[in-house]
């Protein structure tokens, strides 16, 4: 049995990827916490070239970049729990395109509303760029119950760890995530009502944003 560990940040929507994917395989793992303003040794030894998390270390040895993790952890566990990527050719490489989307569009949005000091240009931009790309994520869902299908797959992982922020959003960019995007919404509900591994790997709404703010005023945004 290989020995696995989790270098992680609660609040971090790409490390929290890694927990679902090791509950849904029903891998035992010890996580370690990292502070993201003071940067432990084994994380920057462990990754050194972007020095953030996650990095998962299987017996020793580093994996690093949340989307490379799940597809690392698809592979090597691959005897046990449902995969995350399908098997068909087309639906895997459909899975990726979305989930890189959302790597490519959401930390900037993101960092648009709460990056910034509150009241900027940029929130509101940010806001309406959120709301663009929930709606573009709203339109490739339809009316399927999730991105890959009638199971919980690779391009949901990649989203629903934003769903934690998304009071965050609302409350420093004052506007209703639930109002401007409903079938996203109800998406989000769907994921953490029937899947276990969503639920107990995701943090409480009012901690993230009690942490945003306390990394905000670290940074005098506040």
Same mark, same amino acid.
């Given at each position: ?77 691959a005897g046990t729990g ?27 949005c993101a960092g648009k ?14 806001? !309406? $760029?959120?709301?663009? #790309?929930? +709606?573009? @994520? ?9 991105? =890959? %299908? ?42 953490? !009502? $029937?899947?276990?591994? #969503?639920? +107990?790997? @995701? ?9 945003? =703010? %306390? ?8």
């Amino acid at each position: 049995m290989a020995t696995v560990k989790l270098l992680n940040c609660f609040v971090s929507p790409f490390g929290n990827r890694v927990k679902i994917a090791l509950a849904k395989k029903g891998v035992e793992y010890e996580e370690t916490a990292e502070n993201m303003v003071a940067k432990g040794p084994l994380l920057l030894s462990s990754n050194p070239v972007h020095a953030k998390v996650p990095v998962l270390l299987v017996d020793g040895k580093a994996v690093c970049e949340s989307l490379v993790i799940l597809e690392f952890i698809d592979e090597a566990f691959a005897g046990t729990g449902a995969q995350l990527l399908p098997a068909d050719a087309y639906a895997r490489a459909n899975a990726r395109f979305w989930a890189a989307y959302v790597d490519t569009k959401m930390p900037e949005c993101a960092g648009k509303i709460w990056k910034v000091p509150k009241g900027a240009p940029a929130v509101e931009e940010g806001k !309406k $760029e959120m709301v663009g #790309v929930f +709606k573009t @994520l709203e339109g490739e869902l339809g009316e399927k119950p999730y991105f =890959g %299908g009638d199971a919980l797959g690779y391009a949901d992982v990649a989203l629903v760890t934003f769903v934690p922020w998304f009071l965050t959003y609302e409350r420093l960019a004052g506007f209703s995530i639930a109002e401007e995007c409903p079938t996203l919404t109800a998406w989000a509900a769907r994921c953490a !009502k $029937e899947n276990e591994c #969503v639920a +107990k790997s @995701l943090p409480d709404a009012e901690a993230v944003f009690q942490f945003v =703010g %306390g990394m905000r005023k670290h940074f005098g945004l506040e």
